[in-house]
């Protein structure tokens, strides 16, 4: 009876969002992209074998990024589907090349959950962190297509772990995965307090990706123009309450040595955070127009493109990450794999890498005007100090590795068709 009700309420949401969408761009992309999924799905074939990847944003396909390539590396005639949840996850990265199919996962509804898994009959299917849509888990158990959860992490105050409907609901869609692969020992301990004792304590993927990254090119010749010999600061996804901070220290703080890099969480509207700075500034869009002597003379340089901001890390003495004084911080492991100590706002709880290096003093959380300058101050001065918290966001990075190998490890033993080999970044 509650799956008839749960498809009820899908449906009504389906509906809701249409007038929603006439006023909003996101969701207008939400739902006429999920027009296009089945259309896209029939170019799989009947005779193909299938590897299926969801993930619910761009943070999870991070996460899910290095299974994906090592799995598409070992079984190039497997055909790879990637579906995302979020516009925001899709939009950048449609154009994926190691998947051979990527769009929107259906609305979950019974009819969607059958119809999608007809066209895809995959060999396992793989979540990544989150999601968990009730009638695909369902129609997945009842087809007993092996499925895995990988960089999950669960919490005391999710459904699953609660008394009452609800809770016994959403426990059961838990049955249809095979293994859980998860970040800590309490995701484990609370599985198995409902009754799941299939899950591993992998660790988080993204420690892996994140790891790659610094063994790739980058150099960006217009970065190395701009921060020539000085002390760099680079904040990353910053907010209006983080830039607010940001420049208050620029304009009143600020010496010489001193240069800042700013990559803004929304890119749109810029003039207003150059035109509060009174420094000289100089803008990424801007850059072709600029000779030489004008990047190397600003101190201000704002990123108002998206795509290279994992780049300029590599040239930070600190990095200042976003989004603290709102909702959640964003990812702080690129600037830490970068060996660069980090500076956030007061919202980090959620997330177990920026609770880790705050105990470790990696990462040191500001509230005010007053505590971002002492700690700007004391890593400009000290830099026995800047250069000890940087030993410590490496050595976490590189302590953290393997969750990839484990879960490849964990499909070749229960998937014989599949080839996977050890996957080293």
Not at 187 to 206: M, P
Not at 403 to 420: G, H, P, R, V
Request: aromatic content about 12%; hydrophobic content about 40%; some cysteine.
């Amino acid at each position: 009876m509650i799956y008839f009700f749960y498809n009820i309420f899908v449906i009504l949401i389906g509906w809701l969002l249409i007038p929603f969408s006439w006023f909003n761009k996101k969701i207008m992309s939400f739902l006429s992209g999920r027009k296009e999924t089945f259309h896209k799905l029939h170019t799989i074939k009947e005779t193909d074998t299938v590897i299926w990847f969801h993930c619910a944003s761009l943070g999870e396909f991070e996460q899910g990024r290095p299974i994906i390539e090592a799995l598409r590396i070992q079984n190039s005639d497997y055909k790879i589907v990637l579906t995302f949840f979020s516009p925001s996850g899709y939009e950048i990265r449609k154009d994926y090349k190691f998947a051979d199919v990527i769009c929107y996962l259906p609305m979950d509804t019974k009819h969607n959950a059958k119809r999608f898994l007809d066209l895809i009959n995959p060999e396992i299917g793989i979540f990544v962190k989150y999601e968990f849509w009730p009638n695909i888990l369902k129609e997945l158990q009842n087809r007993k297509i092996k499925t895995l959860l990988v960089s999950g992490i669960f919490r005391e105050n999710q459904a699953f772990f609660k008394n009452g409907l609800a809770s016994t609901f959403m426990k059961k869609s838990l049955q249809a995965f095979s293994h859980f692969f998860v970040q800590d020992e309490n995701s484990k301990n609370l599985l198995q307090k409902i009754g799941f004792n299939n899950a591993t304590v992998s660790g988080d993927t993204r420690f892996d990706r994140v790891l790659a990254i610094t063994k790739q090119n980058n150099h960006l010749s217009f970065i190395a123009d701009f921060v020539q010999d000085k002390h760099i600061l680079v904040a990353g996804s910053s907010w209006k309450k983080d830039e607010a901070l940001l420049v208050n220290y620029i304009n009143n703080h600020a010496t010489d040595s001193e240069k800042f890099i700013i990559a803004p969480h929304n890119i749109k509207n810029i003039e207003g955070l150059k035109n509060s700075i009174s420094k000289k500034v100089i803008l990424y869009s801007d850059k072709d127009t600029l000779n030489k002597d004008n990047i190397i003379n600003a101190q201000v340089f704002i990123i108002d493109t998206i795509g290279i901001l994992t780049k300029i890390y590599s040239y930070a003495h600190v990095a200042y990450i976003g989004g603290g004084f709102g909702v959640g911080i964003h990812n702080i492991l690129e600037p830490a794999t970068f060996e660069i100590p980090i500076i956030i706002g007061p919202n980090y709880q959620k997330f177990k890498e920026a609770t880790d290096l705050v105990a470790l003093n990696g990462c040191f959380v500001i509230h005010n005007n007053e505590a971002l300058t002492a700690i700007l101050n004391k890593f400009r001065e000290d830099e026995d100090f800047r250069k000890k918290s940087s030993q410590i966001t490496k050595e976490y990075i590189v302590n953290s590795i393997g969750a990839t190998n484990c879960i490849l490890s964990y499909i070749k033993k229960n998937n014989s068709t599949l080839q996977t080999q050890n996957h080293t970044n």
